[in-house]
């Protein structure tokens, strides 16, 4: 996209902003727009109207999801979302927009979402709809919203009279408008993703999205005008008769070396001089990750000290119960039981309950007041998301996954797999040393050429 005159730029977006809403105005989800594709590599001219926004309207990104409450994939895409801001933070501003597939029977939730914005709430009663997976009734929703202390005899009135149907139904207007016949629908910046997309795919959106930011704020193009400018020469809808082009995602690549950084505190086994370093993305509740330890206890028995091992936290969603492991075995570590408590997890055999994470803790002689309120709170809840986000960043997407000084080896692999990787690495690292770098700046050295570097 060339630079614009930020002033040109802005009245050019305010005239088709117009044009724009004068489009929607004319009957929604036509057969054109229903059969359109999306190119990846346009900006789509996507209204915000008065859409919730969660974050900064000075951030650099916008990101707008077209999304159903009753919808499994746009649940599932939450996670997505989560993983997004802890890799990006405050540069993206969320904005929300209903496309209810089932307008006549599945309207409720989306309804409720705004009765309760009505009040102040919507991103609080967002969440809890999310994470109630679809199971959606009257009952629940005011359950919801007495959770969140509303004002009930009017939160049940607009549902009653349908005060909020006629605002739902803008959103699926505006949706259809555009093209975007399926939930969810996301747009970055105007770029369009659809569909739950790997993690990588849209970081790099993200993250090209932020160069082109970066550019259009060099041109003067003050922070909350960027995302107006940024779409408004963009495209008006999905194009006719074509299928959407799609992203490719990131995946590991055994001939690429990976600069992996070394986990939380706690969570390396070995001395600093170990001339090669193993990390780990594992998962608590898999079965894979446990049929592994027996391999890794081979190669520390084998190498000593010339190995390190480091632990990183990937909890795969369809494991209920391991990112609640995962932060139990975070909270051991901060009272420096990490090592003890993953082999006792690992020894569960994927058998994990909360009242088991209670009983190693009670065993290893934790004090179970920090450790109670850790869970309870959710203390490592971000940080064991942002580990498993930055492994999906890199192409991570199952477990166990190992980084062998960089060199990525997938699965539960054969001891010999290992050992010929390690014996590889040790030679160029003895090398290495030989050369007069030292033991301890091996690791470093060795990745200072890495061709993926894991985000910071």
């Not at 159903?68 to 993206?92: N, S």
């Not at 016949?181 to 105007?190: D, E, L």
């Not at 995962?326 to 993953?342: N, V």
């Amino acid at each position: 996209m060339r630079s614009l005159n930020p002033t040109r730029a802005l009245g050019l977006g305010v005239i088709v902003w117009f044009a724009l809403v004068a489009a929607f105005s004319t009957t929604p989800g036509t057969a054109w727009a229903q059969r359109g594709g999306f190119d990846v590599e346009s900006t789509y001219l996507v209204p915000l109207a008065d859409a919730p926004t969660r974050g900064s309207a000075a951030a650099p990104i916008t990101l707008v999801e077209f999304s159903d409450f009753r919808c499994g994939y746009c649940v599932r895409a939450q996670a997505r979302l989560r993983e997004l801001t802890q890799l990006f933070g405050d540069k993206i501003r969320f904005v929300f927009r209903h496309n209810p597939l089932d307008m006549e029977d599945g309207s409720l939730a989306a309804e409720a979402s705004y009765a309760a914005r009505a009040q102040g709430q919507f991103w609080a009663m967002h969440d809890r709809l999310f994470a109630s997976r679809g199971k959606i009734t009257r009952d629940v929703v005011e359950g919801f919203a007495q959770e969140l202390g509303l004002n009930m005899a009017r939160f049940r009135r607009d549902l009653d009279s349908r005060a909020h149907l006629a605002a739902v139904k803008k959103d699926a207007k505006a949706a259809r408008s555009l093209g975007a016949t399926s939930t969810p629908m996301f747009f970055v910046n105007g770029r369009p993703v659809r569909g739950l997309q790997h993690l990588s795919v849209f970081a790099k959106v993200v993250r090209q999205e932020l160069g082109k930011a970066r550019k259009l704020a060099t041109t003067g193009v003050k922070a909350k005008a960027l995302y107006l400018t940024t779409v408004a020469r963009g495209r008006l809808s999905a194009t006719p008769g074509i299928k959407d082009r799609s992203y490719a995602r990131t995946r590991l690549e055994t001939q690429e070396l990976y600069n992996v950084r070394l986990g939380a505190p706690g969570h390396s086994k070995g001395g600093k001089d170990a001339l090669v370093t193993i990390v780990e993305f594992s998962d608590f509740q898999c079965s894979f990750c446990v049929r592994a330890q027996a391999v890794l206890r081979r190669i520390e028995k084998q190498y000593g000290k010339q190995v390190r091992f480091v632990f990183r936290h990937l909890p795969l969603q369809f494991h209920h119960q391991a990112p609640l492991a995962a932060q139990a075995a975070m909270a051991a570590a901060a009272q420096g039981k990490f090592w003890p408590y993953h082999d006792a997890l690992f020894a569960l055999n994927a058998n994990i309950t909360r009242a088991n994470l209670d009983l190693i803790a009670r065993k290893l002689k934790l004090d179970m007041r920090a450790f109670s309120r850790a869970l309870a709170t959710g203390k490592y809840a971000a940080a064991v998301r942002a580990d498993a986000a930055s492994g999906g960043v890199i192409g991570v997407d199952g477990t166990p996954s190992f980084f062998v000084n960089g060199t990525p080896i997938s699965g539960a692999k054969p001891f010999l797999i290992f050992k010929t990787a390690i014996d590889i690495k040790l030679a160029e690292a003895k090398a290495l040393v030989k050369s007069g770098v030292k033991p301890a700046d091996v690791y470093q050295r060795v990745l200072k050429d890495a061709t993926v570097v894991e985000p910071r």
